[in-house]
């Protein structure tokens, strides 16, 4: 007899360590880590139909709306459904939560409780290597080389939306698309 399928989403503010938290359970108890970030990433580099639907929001430095991820979501979750996986940066909002319960049942919800004062700290000492998602921090997990990816030697950037003037703006509107969906979960 099978064993059942573990289905689990992580929830957390920007910069709360969501892949962090992800990659070790992951590695820890054999689940896939899916990001949606990542698939983002893989899908704008491949210039598939999603990712040129995301290009012409992100071109915009709009937010990549629902439908779009939600798509993109559902298709890699449909590739996937054989395999324990653990979910990184979805769902991010009520409809996007909707969804996914319409094509699974989750095991487990974990959210990330961090102070915003620590999140903006945090956020303001992050550097990216875009090409890999691979996130560095000045302070607990600085590159070798300032301002150098670790692996490829490629230059890190600070997002916009990283810069201390943007980040308050960030964690509001972090908070209020959560809110209700960790009220969902909660129920």
């Known amino acids: 007899m099978a064993s059942k399928l573990l289905r689990a989403v992580i929830l957390g503010p920007p910069g709360s360590g969501k892949g962090t938290v992800c990659q070790r359970i992951a590695q ?5 880590h899916l990001s949606s970030g990542h698939f983002l990433r893989e899908n704008l580099k491949a210039n598939t139909e999603v ?3 995301a290009r012409q929001y992100l071109e915009k430095g709009l937010l990549v709306p629902d439908h779009v991820i939600t798509r993109l979501m559902v298709s890699e979750l449909e590739l996937r459904s054989g395999q324990h996986w653990l979910l990184d940066g979805f769902p991010r909002t009520i409809v996007q939560a909707e969804a996914l319960d319409k094509i699974c049942d989750l095991d487990l919800v974990i959210s990330l409780n961090i102070p915003f004062e620590t999140l903006k700290d945090r ?3 992050r550097w990216i290597h875009p090409p890999s998602g691979r996130v560095y921090n000045l302070d607990f997990n600085p590159p070798h080389v300032h301002g150098i990816d670790d692996i490829t030697g490629e230059p890190l950037l600070q997002q916009e939306d990283d810069k201390p003037e943007a980040v308050a703006a ?5 908070k209020d698309a959560a809110k209700p969906v ?4 909660k129920s």
Not at 28 to 32: M, S
Not at 182 to 185: C, D, G, P
């Open 28 to 32: 820890n108890f054999g689940l896939q």
């Open 51 to 53: 990712g040129e639907m």
């Open 123 to 125: 956020l303001s000492r």
């Open 170 to 174: 960030k964690l509001r509107r972090y």
């Open 182 to 185: 960790i009220e969902l979960y």
